[in-house]
């Protein structure tokens, strides 16, 4: 699968670009209080964001008193959208594709992600460059579409006859690869893959998994978007941490 660069156009970058989390940033992100506790201390660590986008996570990392943030990211619209929002010599933001990464080793302290790494085809080999990357002791924490919610290319309910949402359909759980689904009203190219398979591929680098998050909405979270009541029905989120030992 060629590396997608989805985000550069201008009808899909529009689209985007009016979703809540575009708009008003980590606070709009269903999964960002989980993926925030499940980060490391910050202060003085030098952090790389892989699909940094906007750059919301960067600025985020420098506020907690990172030393230094590399945010990549392929879409040359999401860095000038960063670049625009940043004024932070200690922020750098580069163009390159997640697969392409080569970094030094222990390059980096922090690697963080967020919703992009189901749209990388080798997760395995990445896994190894990160693994590299980090320095001893270092994080890595991601988040990424969950696996339930990728099976299937319609990425929507069974609706019943009046609409309501009857089931979650889940089919080809076991049949990894490339969906072509619909997202924003438009045609995306996503890889899909088990729970165990980035369990393993981490494993396989020799990370040691240190967390695991199926984000199921608390009572707190429903009482402030009561529209997140069906995501108690099923998981859409996958959020890991681990550690380069």
Request: glycine residues 8%.
């Amino acid at each position: 699968m060629s590396k997608q660069n989805k985000y550069d156009e201008s009808p899909f970058f529009e689209s985007y670009s009016q979703m809540p989390r575009s708009v008003e940033g980590l606070r709009a992100a269903g999964e960002w209080e989980e993926f925030r506790g499940m980060l490391p201390n910050m202060a003085g660590r030098r952090v790389l964001d892989l699909g940094c986008g906007y750059g919301w996570h960067c600025r985020y990392a420098r506020e907690q008193g990172a030393k230094s943030v590399l945010g990549i990211d392929l879409s040359e619209k999401m860095l000038l959208r960063a670049a625009e929002m940043t004024s932070d010599e200690g922020i750098e933001y580069r163009r390159m594709p997640i697969e392409d990464i080569s970094f030094d080793n222990s390059e980096f302290d922090v690697v963080i992600s967020s919703l992009a790494l189901h749209y990388v085809n080798d997760f395995d080999q990445l896994c190894h460059k990160i693994y590299h990357a980090l320095s001893p002791g270092g994080s890595f924490v991601f988040s990424v579409e969950h696996p339930i919610f990728t099976a299937l290319p319609g990425q929507d309910w069974h609706y019943g006859p009046d609409g309501e949402k009857l089931h979650w359909p889940l089919d080809r759980y076991h049949d990894e690869g490339v969906r072509h689904t619909r997202f924003l009203g438009h045609d995306v190219t996503k890889v899909h893959r088990t729970v165990s398979s980035y369990l393993n591929a981490l494993i396989g680098a020799g990370f040691r998994v240190a967390g695991l998050s199926e984000l199921k909405p608390t009572a707190d979270m429903l009482e402030k978007h009561p529209e997140w009541q069906t995501e108690t029905r099923r998981p859409m989120f996958l959020l890991i941490s681990a550690l380069r030992e």
